[in-house]
T-cell receptor, first 114, second 114 residues
Framework: SQQGEEDPQALSIQEGENATMNCSYK?????LQWYRQNSGRGLVHLIL?????REKHSGRLRVTLDTSKKSSSLLITASRAADTASYFC??????????????FGTGTSLTVIP | KAGVTQTPRYLIKTRGQQVTLSCSPI?????VSWYQQTPGQGLQFLFE???????NKGNFPGRFSGRQFSNSRSEMNVSTLELGDSALYLC?????????????FGPGTRLTVT
């Protein structure tokens, strides 16, 4: 299975602090995406990083990708209470003609305390 | 631009019944994917449709089926419901199949099987 694993499973921080989540996966990928999910609701796309990229920024988000270690990290700087959510990484493999098959990780539950 | 819509949002069914869930993609999006999310198994890929054809299928029994209409709207059906089918069912749309495209998720349908 290509399913990724996020680490830690749960993270609790004070507002204003930085939050770092890690994702590890098992096989070669085309790209890796990070999503946020508020309790019991749909997923919101945060950022996509391609396999030939090492780092990407979007606002307070910074994503790194290390294909040699098959891992990625998501850094949220200056966290806010509204960042409280579950964060998932999703990988897409290099299989031909497999369409939009994404493999989601197990998720990190982030709680930001005001 | 309206987002992905899913109907109904909540559903309670009895074991042995069948259920049909609906997904309307973002206007212009032609690829629709379905996912099942449970606390134990996380997010798992069900299937993906493009141009009314199933392009890819996850590892689910034949009780799970789907289809896509010419306007790109999609339905998924689960027959002979089991307790373990209780889950949040998420639909995602993208411009086209292919793992380089960003997926936009709907709010999900919460199915409870009693």
């Amino acid at each position: 299975s290509q399913q990724g694993e996020e680490d830690p499973q749960a993270l609790s921080i004070q507002e204003g602090e930085n939050a770092t989540m890690n994702c590890s996966y098992k096989t070669s990928i085309n790209n890796l995406q990070w999503y946020r999910q508020n309790s019991g609701r749909g997923l919101v796309h945060l950022i996509l990083i391609r396999s030939n990229e090492r780092e990407k920024h979007s606002g307070r988000l910074r994503v790194t990708l290390d294909t040699s270690k098959k891992s990625s990290s998501l850094l949220i700087t200056a966290s806010r209470a509204a960042d409280t959510a579950s964060y998932f990484c999703a990988t897409s493999g290099k299989e031909k003609n497999t369409g939009n098959q994404f493999y989601f990780g197990t998720g990190t539950s982030l709680t930001v305390i005001p | 631009k309206a987002g992905v819509t899913q109907t109904p949002r909540y559903l309670i069914k009895t074991r042995g019944q069948q259920v049909t869930l609906s997904c309307s993609p973002i206007s212009g999006h032609r690829s629709v994917s379905w996912y099942q999310q449970t606390p134990g198994q996380g997010l798992q890929f069900l299937f993906e449709y493009f141009s009314e054809t199933q392009r890819n299928k996850g590892n689910f029994p034949g009780r799970f089926s789907g289809r896509q209409f010419s306007n790109s709207r999609s339905e998924m059906n689960v027959s002979t419901l089991e307790l373990g089918d209780s889950a949040l069912y998420l639909c995602a749309s993208s411009l086209a199949p292919g793992v380089t495209y960003e997926q936009y998720f709907g709010p999900g349908t919460r199915l409870t099987v009693t």
